[in-house]
């Protein structure tokens, strides 16, 4: 389809197991966020991309995440050492750039900790 | 992060009735979102304002940027089942700014619609 990809849609993984989270963004698109959101809250805004550059890193909970952006397209978001807190719905978004253009959100990626 | 506090958390109606919910911070915004976000999908955009007083309406939504730029509101008339979902207002992390990137987002209003 046009719109934001993620995948998986759903994961369920061990305490301490690492986990890679996919965007694909819409096409052109060159500004991508990634959001987390825990049961029942709003939207945790964690880190977004300008191209493949993330300038901004301080949303990130802890230095268990990271996220990267190549080629201007697909963003991995990455969670080594999973802890049942990291339990969420992590969404994806992407507007043609930074400025006062809306963001398209992707229907996010269930994950599990157990 | 900037705080924005949402209400009702919750509402339940009848089909038919018309909604109101808002939204406040204790920072100015510059901007103001609404948005719809049904189960199992990601948020969709409503409505966005950028001026401080601004009244903006789509179909049965409407929205008001509020005139002290600390908050906003958010009307559906003539509820519908589909209108079934959670409703968050967000605006720029950064709150004097203007860019839609980087949002903060309320806790979200739950509505329930009765046939």
């Known amino acids: 389809g046009a719109g934001v990809s993620q995948s998986p849609s759903?994961?369920?993984t061990e305490k301490g197991k690492d986990v890679e989270l996919r965007c694909d963004p819409i096409s052109g698109h060159t500004a991508l966020y990634w959001y987390r959101q825990s049961l029942g809250q709003g939207l945790e805004f964690l880190i977004y991309f300008q191209g493949n550059s993330a300038p901004d890193k301080s949303g990130l909970p802890s230095d268990?995440?990271?996220?990267?952006?190549?080629?201007?397209s697909v963003s991995t978001l990455t969670i080594q050492r999973t802890q049942q807190e990291d339990s969420a719905v992590y969404l994806c978004a992407s507007s043609p750039n930074l400025g006062n253009q809306p963001q398209h959100f992707g229907d996010g990626t269930r994950l599990s900790i157990l | 992060?900037?705080?924005?506090?949402?209400?009702?958390?919750?509402?339940?109606?009848?089909?038919?009735?018309?909604?109101?919910?808002?939204?406040?911070?204790?920072?100015?915004?510059?901007?103001?979102?609404?948005?719809k976000q049904d189960p199992g999908e990601g948020p969709v955009l409503l409505i966005a304002l950028y001026k401080a007083g601004e009244l903006t309406s789509n179909g049965r939504l409407t929205a008001q940027?509020?005139?002290?730029?600390?908050?906003?509101?958010?009307?559906?008339?003539?509820?519908?089942?589909?209108?079934?979902?959670?409703?968050?207002?967000?605006?720029?992390?950064?709150?004097?700014g203007t860019s839609y990137g980087k949002l903060t987002f309320g806790q979200g209003t739950i509505l329930t619609v009765h046939p």
């Not at chain 2, 906003?72 to 003539?78: E, G, K, M, P, Q």
């Open chain 1, 10 to 12: 759903n994961k369920v």
């Open chain 1, 64 to 72: 268990r995440f990271s996220a990267e952006r190549t080629g201007g």
């Open chain 2, 1 to 35: 992060g900037q705080q924005l506090n949402q209400s009702p958390q919750s509402m339940f109606i009848q089909e038919g009735e018309d909604v109101s919910m808002n939204c406040t911070s204790s920072s100015i915004f510059n901007t103001w979102l609404w948005y």
């Open chain 2, 65 to 96: 940027f509020g005139i002290t730029r600390k908050d906003s509101f958010l009307n559906i008339s003539a509820s519908i089942p589909s209108d079934v979902g959670i409703y968050f207002c967000a605006g720029p992390l950064n709150a004097g």
